[in-house]
């Protein structure tokens, strides 16, 4: 909490708050308060209908209304078209951000003030006193003229802790950098009705077209909820699981077709409208994008797997499991559940996507069966099984789950690792194999091993590859995949050391003078013509197209500590901290060797400042990287090694049966 906030609590006497201040979200269980609920209004003008929730005291009072459905779901009343909008009719209030202003020099956040035991309850004891605060004001001041920070800091004599908010012994130190990017993010935030409710994607002052960098994405939230978790300030990260779970029941239409219940949008936006007959108040409504107005028109496969993570990171760092025991929530999450494991026509595990349904959202020939997906999916079911509440409702759903997390980690582990030993079997495949017992099952031709990856792959260390498919196999390094494959568990223990070892053998190829690439290496010539059609943003080394992008720092950080190899993460953390401040925290960078910042980037991009604070954040506190690490069920290894013991490879063979078959 801000010093302010702490310095009036020891003023006024007032009790800690608990840990939402939104009204919407104060009562867990879905029946609210009756005196809190207000109805739904056809409004004829706008033809929509609202959620409505008047503003007291710059407080949101939410109004929830819910019916059950024939197999026990809550969904909205009736069929909500999808012009409706979420509204808020609230008069116009300051925004309400928590931050205290000291001078010119920036702002000032003590965030232990309030430290939260393990069940939610507030430490009275880690108020800040009032000379606590004046001290720590006056250690602010100590910088030096070229930016460093005198290293002579006073503990804090408080039960509370500073920063994460969970040694209350560790010193306050203040980098410039990272006074100046927590100072940006908490300017990106957006409120919803005087609450905040997520980070929009970009604040650049410079750029004369907004395009969607205005509006709160599902995927680039993450890094900033992390952050905000890491600082112990859970408010917006509960709120935003809350509201981006009602827009998932919204209807989605694009020329007469609707996409499967429980897709979640790829962003929203809050927007303000005058309220009809009244100039002094407004409305402000939630207008979410499910891909329909997306550039391509592509549905964000991630944003549910992204939110399934966050919810679990939320109840591992804050205590506050009632938020994933809430019957909404537990819905939400079994509708996401059943989009992902639906049968249909393919005979993988992995899920099957469109080009441009993730982070690579535009087209990069990622289409098929991306790695990126495989590993969120992955991960995304590990983190619903531990929180599914265990009914006679959810035992099929439970069991489709396990049967596709153990299939999932043998097709992956089996098929999309390579090194220099299986590079050297795919070199020698033979192929058109029509048997059960085939090696080369998926028919790939050795031509396809390109003279590149012949001289690029280390002795030591290997990866897994990005895409496979029938006579396809994507042999580029596709970070966020690799990365959280390690992080999820979805790579064994020797092939997670071997993608980090692979990344400190190509540092220069990888990091160079920006860390990340996205992939490796880029489309070039003919094959960029195919491929992107000739994307005139996804050029050589630019964008997607094996750009770097810094907000993968915190997705590798998270890896390392993992791996207990924080000594990578470190070193690419001290490369991005040289520049990314004065380069004024592009998206992306261009060039082989990342030395320009990206033609078409955007300066101030959030989940850039995000990723560097949660890397630093994780760095000086690793074992707080335990909300976002996923561990095997011992079940799962089990049943992964009867699988493996039983030869997967071998000729599938007819059942016994003594029933007569007429012909």
């Known amino acids: 909490m801000a010093t302010s906030d702490a310095v009036l609590q020891v003023l006024s006497g007032a009790g800690p708050r608990s840990f939402s201040s939104d009204l919407c979200f104060n009562n867990l269980d879905l029946a609210f308060r009756s005196k809190h609920i207000k109805y739904v209004k056809k409004r004829a003008s706008r033809h929509m209908k609202m959620f409505e929730c008047s503003n007291v005291q710059q407080n949101c009072i939410g109004k929830h209304w819910f019916k059950r459905s024939g197999d026990g779901d809550l969904s909205v009343n009736a069929t909500i078209k999808r012009l409706q909008l979420l509204r808020c009719k609230c008069q116009k209030a300051e925004r309400v951000s ?3 202003t000291e001078g010119g020099n920036g702002t000032w956040f003590v965030d232990g003030a309030k430290t939260l035991n393990l069940n939610g309850a507030v430490n009275t004891s880690g108020v800040l006193e009032l000379g606590d605060t004046q001290q720590l004001m006056r250690e602010k001041e100590v910088l030096t003229s070229n930016g460093s920070v005198n290293k002579e800091e006073e503990s804090l004599a408080t039960n509370g802790a500073v920063g994460t908010g969970r040694d209350a012994s560790r010193k306050v130190s203040v980098n410039p950098t990272e006074e100046e990017a927590w100072e940006l993010l908490r300017d990106s935030v957006v409120h919803y009705c005087g609450s905040p409710i997520g980070t929009i994607a970009a604040n650049d002052p410079t750029s004369s077209s907004v395009l969607n960098y205005d509006q709160v994405f599902i995927r680039d939230f993450i890094p900033s909820g992390i952050a905000f978790l890491l600082k112990g300030e859970y408010d917006i990260v509960r709120n935003f699981l809350l509201h981006t779970l009602q827009l998932q029941s919204w209807e989605k ?153 153990v299939a999932l980690s043998f097709h992956i582990r089996e098929y999309y690792w390579i090194d220099l030993r299986k590079l050297n079997e795919i070199y020698r495949y033979k192929t058109e194999e029509y048997s059960y017992d085939a090696v080369n099952k998926f028919n790939i031709y ?46 064994t223990r020797d092939q997670s050391n071997a993608i980090l070892d692979l990344i400190d053998a190509k540092w220069s190829d990888l990091v160079a003078d920006m860390p990340l690439k996205i992939c490796y290496p880029a489309l070039e010539g003919q094959e960029w013509q195919i491929i992107t059609g000739s994307d005139p943003k996804n050029t050589p080394w630019s964008y997607h197209n094996a750009g770097s992008w810094p907000t ?28 990314i401040s004065r380069d004024k925290w592009p998206e992306y960078y261009d060039t082989k060797k990342a030395r320009f910042i990206g033609k078409q980037a955007r300066l101030f991009q959030t989940w850039s400042i995000a990723g560097y604070l949660v ?49």
């Open 446 to 491: 050795p031509d396809q091993v390109s003279p590149w990856l012949v001289e690029w792959m280390p002795n030591q260390g290997g990866y897994l590859i990005g895409n496979l498919q029938p006579a396809h196999m994507d042999f580029r390094f596709f970070s966020l995949g690799n990365i959280w494959s390690v992080v999820s568990g979805l790579a």
């Open 98 to 100: 928590g931050v205290t």
């Open 253 to 405: 239409t694009m020329d007469c077709h609707s996409p499967g219940q429980g897709l979640m949008p790829a962003s929203f936006k809050v927007r303000t409208f005058p309220l009809d007959g009244d100039d002094s108040a407004t409305e402000e409504v939630l207008d979410p994008d499910f891909g329909e107005a997306a550039i391509g028109r592509v549905a964000p496969v991630d944003s549910g797997l992204w939110w399934i993570i966050l919810l679990r990171a939320y109840g591992k760092c804050s205590g506050d499991l009632s938020v994933q025991e809430r019957i909404d929530v537990q819905t939400g999450i079994k509708m996401i559940l059943r989009l992902c494991l639906a049968d249909g026509f393919d005979m993988f595990p992995t899920l099957l996507v469109t080009d441009g349904s993730c982070m690579i959202d535009r087209r990069m020939g990622i289409h098929g069966h991306p790695l990126e997906i495989q590993a969120l999916f992955y991960s995304a079911l590990l983190c619903a099984k531990e929180m599914l509440a265990p009914e006679d409702g959810s035992a099929d759903l439970l069991r489709a789950l396990n049967n596709r997390l």
């Open 615 to 663: 890397a630093k954040l994780l760095l000086a506190d690793p074992s707080a990287a335990r909300m976002l690490v996923t561990d095997e069920d011992p079940e799962l290894v089990n049943a992964f090694s009867c699988m493996i013991s039983s030869n997967p490879r071998r000729k599938r063979g007819q059942k016994n049966s003594k029933k007569p078959f007429i012909v």
């Open 552 to 579: 993968l720092l915190w997705q590798l950080t998270v890896a390392c500590i993992k791996m207990n190899r924080p000594e990578i993460a470190a070193r690419a953390v001290d490369i991005a901290e040289k520049r």
